[in-house]
């Protein structure tokens, strides 16, 4: 079973840029959730879904920020114009179960850059 | 409030040694779930255990073991005999009610280095 994969590894752009994130869950896991991670911070929520639809968008910082999930496969996550805040990791995770004891299914990270 | 403090922000030990990760949690909720995660340097964070608030029997799993005590509000992660494989950052986790929707609290992370 592939695990979860995103796309790209590392971006680095300047700042005003526009930059799209990708991340493909495992098949089969309606829900997907986007987290991010500044410098050494706390792994902080951004939002959920289940299949396409947006369960929880609570944790987004701003406008800025744009996230879809058409046909409730795979999801993109857009900065736009990007500032050097939004610097960090990016994680997309998923899960079966749209439950709070069900662990979550980590990829490894988009790290961006802004200059 | 909902949160995870994990104080200790980088360990660092020597192959064989014994090491404790501290997790120290808030929560407003009676049901409650806490995890641990394992983020090796290819990135993915892994899961390792899950626990449910009304279980505090202690777990050990190889060379792993979690120490869970309500009263502290602690979920301590236990490393035996430590490998060099064993160096990745590791995260604590807190999941319920309060935290909103279906998301899941992480603390900060501790990152352990072992060494040869």
């Known amino acids: 079973e592939a695990g979860v994969t995103q796309f790209p590894s590392h971006s680095v752009i300047e700042k005003g840029q526009t930059v799209t994130l990708r991340c493909d869950p495992i098949?089969?896991?309606?829900?997907l959730y986007w987290y991010r991670r500044v410098m050494g911070k706390e792994i902080k929520f951004l939002l959920h879904?289940?299949?396409?639809?947006?369960?929880?968008e609570s944790g987004m910082p701003n406008n800025r920020f744009l996230a879809e999930r058409t046909g409730g496969t795979y999801s993109t996550l857009k900065v736009q114009p990007a500032e050097l805040e939004d610097s960090g990791v990016y994680f997309c995770?998923?899960?079966?179960?749209?439950?709070?004891?069900?662990?979550?299914?980590f990829g490894n990270g988009t790290r961006l850059t802004v200059t | 409030a909902q949160k995870v403090t994990q104080a200790q922000t980088e360990i660092s030990v020597v192959e064989k040694e014994d090491v404790t990760l501290d997790c120290v949690y808030e929560?407003?909720?009676?049901?409650?779930?806490l995890f641990w995660y394992k983020q090796p340097p290819s990135g993915e964070l892994v899961f390792l255990i899950r626990?449910?608030?009304?279980?505090?029997q202690n777990e050990i799993s190889g060379r792993y073991s979690w120490n869970f005590q309500k009263s502290t509000s602690s979920f301590n992660f236990t490393i035996t005999a430590s490998q060099v494989v064993d160096s990745a950052v590791y995260f604590c986790?807190?999941?319920?009610?309060?935290?909103?929707?279906?998301?899941?609290?992480f603390g900060a992370g501790t990152r352990l280095f072992v060494k040869a």
């Open positions: 995770a998923s899960s079966q179960e749209r439950t709070r004891n069900s662990p979550l299914h």
């Open positions: 098949s089969g896991h309606d829900n």
């Open positions: 879904f289940v299949k396409e639809s947006k369960q929880d």
């Open positions: 929560t407003r909720d009676t049901t409650y779930y």
């Open positions: 626990r449910n608030s009304f279980d505090e």
């Open positions: 986790a807190l999941s319920g009610r309060n935290t909103g929707g279906f998301k899941t609290i």
